[in-house]
């Protein structure tokens, strides 16, 4: 028979003496670490292993906890929690609560190190540079829902390209998993037959902007048939995403208006060379038509008709002076309908009202054009030249 010495324990009791000191004694630290063996479950939770040359640690984040930077293994974090026992197993964890780069110049040479790899794939070659229309029709936007960049992007693109679809892909522009949303939008609008597509954020630290520095966000747009113009932060930021589209803008509002060359300066200049063109050959036919009658006059005035051929010469000069008289009225009549149709355009711009102190209203994206179509209880938006508001019609 074995006695029972009243020292011993049993193995639960043991572990919950090693739970409470742990937990008790650990709960808020911080560890400094790299990580391994990377899982983001189906769940949202996310599961990894802490270590450094001589150990390591299991960690957790639950999907509540948010990160503002793409977690890859390889990195070096300062992660903050608290340990977490778990009796039926008898292991412990770090249970992280928030995490950041051990230090920016990590992520620095995370960042020249894609950008090697990508220059050697010739992501960034100026021969799979791809241009869109002069006058594009179709626009999209992926952007934040939230925000000066969205806001800022559709004003410039009202405002200078009035004709133009715009569609927008709303995105997560920072935070983890904010890269496959970025590249997934992209994906999506090149399916789309659009003209160009504009990507964008507004500024912020390299952690904010780093989910345009991933691999994924950098291939769905070398793979993208569609023109891509990106305007990442501010023109002191220079992202992979910015090196890999068509073209770098230096700031959203930048993007839209390289996108949106104002379209009745366009129309305005086209009418204007066209006009300068008919002017040039009028000049040139004139010019033609002189030179060859002042050389049948001389092959004439040699063979001594002086009298008749001076008649001709009043006749001929005459003829010339009416000629380009009608020459003239016929380009002043073009010119004035090219006003015309200047003007009418110019009235045609949606934009006009609204720098006139008037507001658009819209209802499910279509413009209003009478009360009639109005209800109580529908929910409209209300654009003036610097601002949107959502309203609901009450009676």
Excluded: C
């Amino acid at each position: 028979m074995f006695e029972i010495d009243s020292n011993t324990i049993s193995v639960s009791q043991l572990t919950q003496k090693i739970k409470s000191v742990l937990e008790e004694d650990f709960s808020r630290i911080e560890v400094v670490g790299e990580i391994s063996n990377f899982t983001a479950a189906s769940s949202g939770h996310k599961y990894f292993t802490l270590k450094d040359s001589n150990a390591q640690i299991s960690a957790v984040m639950w999907k509540s906890t948010n990160v503002s930077f793409p977690i890859e293994n390889g990195m070096k974090v300062n992660a903050k929690g608290s340990i977490s026992v778990y009796p039926p197993r008898g292991s412990y964890q770090l249970t992280v609560t928030s995490m950041r780069p051990q230090g920016v110049g990590d992520l620095y040479l995370a960042y020249e190190k894609l950008k090697k790899d990508l220059l050697e794939l010739g992501y960034f070659s100026a021969e799979n540079k791809k241009k869109w229309p002069i006058i594009p029709q179709r626009i999209g936007v992926s952007t934040s829902p939230t925000g000066a960049a969205i806001q800022d992007i559709l004003s410039t693109l009202e405002r200078r390209a009035p004709f133009a679809e715009v569609y927008v892909y709303p995105v997560m522009v920072q935070g983890n998993g904010s890269e496959k949303e970025i590249a997934n939008a992209i994906i999506e609008l090149d399916k789309l037959d659009l003209d160009v597509i504009i990507i964008g954020r507004g500024g912020g630290s390299i952690e904010d902007l780093w989910s345009y520095n991933t691999r994924e966000v950098a291939e769905a747009i070398h793979n993208a048939k569609t023109p891509i113009v990106a305007g990442v932060g501010h023109e002191t930021d220079t992202t992979i995403a910015d090196l890999v589209a068509d073209h770098r803008a230096p700031t959203p509002t930048g993007a839209a208006e390289i996108v949106s060359i104002n379209t009745i300066d366009i129309i305005r200049q086209t009418l204007d060379e066209n006009q300068l063109a008919m002017s040039n050959l009028i000049n040139y036919s004139i010019s033609n038509w002189k030179k060859e009658i002042n050389s049948r006059f001389d092959r004439l005035k040699s063979s001594g008709i002086k009298g008749s051929l001076d008649m001709i010469k009043i006749q001929l000069d005459n003829s010339e002076k009416h000629l380009r008289r009608q020459m003239l009225l016929s380009l002043q009549n073009k010119k004035t309908h090219i006003q015309n149709y200047e003007n009418v355009i110019t009235k045609m711009n949606p934009a006009l009202p609204l720098e006139k102190g008037y507001a658009m209203i819209l209802k499910n994206g279509e413009r209003v054009k009478a009360t009639e179509i109005l209800s109580k209880g529908d929910s409209v938006k209300i654009i003036r030249t610097n601002n949107e508001n959502t309203a609901i019609i009450e009676g």
